[in-house]
């Protein structure tokens, strides 16, 4: 609940602002004692009445059950640093497998205790060497890769690479998460939003950022499911050359979203939307090229433009993020 003071003044100019007895108390305040100011940049003023102390982990207790994986995933995307797994008996080798899994799915998660009833799991991580936009350009780099190789895997009926390209889906996974944990983190703590130069409200927008280019890859692993089914069948010359147009201008399309989002261009995020017509034209094509194909690799094909066509969408909408930096 807000609490509105009376700014008051000496006579000396300095002005001052009485703190809440209750809250001075609550904090172990005394005369003397030192807190911490922060101007936010919204214009607000933080006190900080911890200046100077050890910041004390956050712990969480697990339990051992039919959804501890997810359960360990959210507790470390929200930023619990020591997550104990416990059991009033025997921990089994189940369980076991279920920790050990889900810990190298998590990005800086290792297990740093373990005995017969209990899995201690904490995040060995510094949130401050960590600034979202080089992790989130990380992240865009494999799904950019996975994104090339998935088309030529498919063109070329090669199964091998395919099974390459969902493999690589799991570190774009890995860094997903530490994102999102790395941004929750910010946004509870401002210091660390002043020195990774990220206001609390452009987490959100990396946060979908993110999660689109993460949806990116997860297109490319569905295509190269759809290459696996095909089982090497390779595409023609015409429709090898409709496909990889297709490609080239959604794979065009998300470099220039991820550019306008991270570097505020409105006008190249318009650019990324105004392809849109040119994309539907390619995709008609290819539904055309696809109905003189072979019954058993038709929905394989079809499938598969669709697929590049959602990757279109998502750039889409990565664009849309784009602002106009203040001036």
């Given amino acids: 609940m807000s609490e509105l003071r009376r700014v008051q ?13 209750p809250w001075a108390e609550i904090h172990g305040l005394q005369k003397g004692s030192l807190v911490a100011l922060s101007q936010g940049g919204d214009g607000k003023l933080l006190i900080d009445a911890k200046y100077g102390s050890e910041t004390s982990p956050r712990v969480t207790i697990l339990h051992p059950g039919p959804f ?18 416990e059991d009033k008996e025997h921990i089994g080798f189940e369980v076991q497998d279920v920790v050990r899994n889900t810990v190298s799915r998590l990005v800086g998660l290792e297990i740093v205790e373990e005995d017969y009833s209990t899995i201690v799991l904490q995040c060995l991580l510094e949130p401050s060497g960590f600034p979202p936009e080089k992790i989130l350009r990380r992240g865009y780099a494999i799904a950019a890769g996975m994104h090339r190789d998935v ?11 395919a099974k390459s390209v969902m493999t690589r889906d799991d570190e774009g996974n890995r860094l997903y998460f530490l994102l999102v944990r790395i941004l929750r983190t910010i946004i509870q703590n401002p210091s660390l939003s002043d020195s990774l130069g990220v206001s609390p409200i452009e987490c959100l927008d990396y946060r979908l950022a993110a999660s689109l280019v993460e949806a ?24 090898r050359r409709l ?10 399309a998300h470099e220039n979203a991820l550019t306008a989002f991270l570097a505020s261009n409105v006008a190249l995020a318009e650019k990324v ?15 055309e090229a696809a109905g ?31 602002v106009p930096k203040k001036p």
Avoid: W
């Fill in 292 to 322: 003189e194909q072979k019954p058993e690799v038709m929905p394989q094909i079809l499938a598969a433009a669709s697929f590049l066509r959602q990757i279109y969408e998502h750039s889409v909408d990565l664009s849309d993020l784009a």
């Fill in 151 to 161: 088309v030529s895997a498919f063109v070329n009926g090669d199964v091998s690479l």
């Fill in 68 to 85: 501890l994986g997810r359960e360990i995933i959210g507790t470390y995307l929200l930023g619990f640093d020591i997550i104990r797994v």
């Fill in 273 to 287: 939307r105004a392809t849109r017509g040119k994309m539907a034209e390619q995709f008609a094509s290819i539904e």
């Fill in 9 to 21: 003044r000496t006579a000396s100019g300095t002005f001052f602002v009485c703190l809440p007895k």
């Fill in 243 to 252: 496909f990889t147009t297709l490609h080239m201008t959604c794979f065009e």
């Fill in 216 to 239: 990116i890859g997860d297109e490319c692993v569905r295509i190269s499911l759809k290459t696996v089914e095909s089982k090497g069948a390779k595409l023609d010359g015409e429709l």
